[in-house]
T-cell receptor, first 112, second 115 residues
Framework: DGGITQSPKYLFRKEGQNVTLSCEQN?????MYWYRQDPGQGLRLIYY???????QKGDIAEGYSVSREKKESFPLTVTSAQKNPTAFYLC???????????FGDGTRLSIL | AQSVTQLDSQVPVFEEAPVELRCNYS??????LFWYVQYPNQGLQLLLK??????LVKGINGFEAEFNKSQTSFHLRKPSVHISDTAEYFC?????????????FGTGTSLTVIP
């Protein structure tokens, strides 16, 4: 079955540490997105990529970085510059022509 | 600027009663509209979508929504809810820019079905 796989499901970060969240899709979608979700809040866009080797900052990109070296992969790195990283992170992808986003099952990041 | 407003943050409803979750959006251009459901510690699952055509769209799990262009609304309805419908519901709109598709989400409505 086609879909989006996020790993790990749970992740813990120590102070001063960078961590990378994985997102892989086999839907052949060009566009991929990273969102942050905090309790009781909606989704906030971190980064998005419309095509391989290109990506744009979203609304809350500070303290995060991404790469898009392959169409199916869009990893997110939470750097030590992100002072409040505890959240639920969701990866999504979409095709063209107004199609909806497909979401992974998320990664919950916590601080040790 | 685009925005999506979900008017109710929490909606309690008794089992087998009808429910309506409200969504309004602001946009000066044509949009695509979606409703998603999120269960605890999971991603978002598409309930239904409006791209064009009939303004009444039917989705999974017995949900339906009606697009009202004049009122810029896309309310979600179900005639009889089940315990298993307890979840967070998100309304979203999509626009196509020259930089690609952009999605805007509401802050969510927590639906609690009471036995």
């Amino acid at each position: 079955d086609g879909g989006i796989t996020q790993s790990p499901k749970y992740l813990f970060r120590k102070e001063g540490q960078n961590v990378t969240l994985s997102c892989e899709q086999n839907l052949n979608h060009d566009a991929m997105y990273w969102y942050r979700q905090d309790p009781g809040q909606g989704l906030r866009l971190i980064y998005y990529s419309q095509i391989v080797n290109d990506f744009q900052k979203g609304d809350i990109a500070e303290g995060y970085s991404v790469s898009r070296e392959k169409k199916e992969s869009f990893p997110l790195t939470v750097t030590s510059a992100q002072k409040n990283p505890t959240a639920f992170y969701l990866c999504a992808s979409t095709g063209t022509g107004g199609q909806p986003q497909h979401f992974g099952d998320g990664t919950r990041l916590s601080i040790l | 600027a685009q925005s999506v407003t979900q008017l109710d943050s929490q909606v309690p409803v008794f089992e087998e009663a009808p429910v309506e979750l409200r969504c309004n959006y602001s946009s000066s251009v044509s949009v695509y509209l979606f409703w998603y459901v999120q269960y605890p510690n999971q991603g978002l699952q598409l309930l239904l979508k409006y791209l064009s055509g009939s303004t009444l769209v039917k989705g999974i799990n017995g949900f339906e929504a009606e697009f009202n262009k004049s009122q810029t609304s896309f309310h979600l309805r179900k005639p009889s809810v089940h315990i298993s419908d307890t979840a967070e519901y998100f309304c979203a709109v999509s626009l196509t820019w020259n930089t690609g598709n952009q999605f805007y989400f509401g802050t969510g409505t927590s639906l609690t079905v009471i036995p």
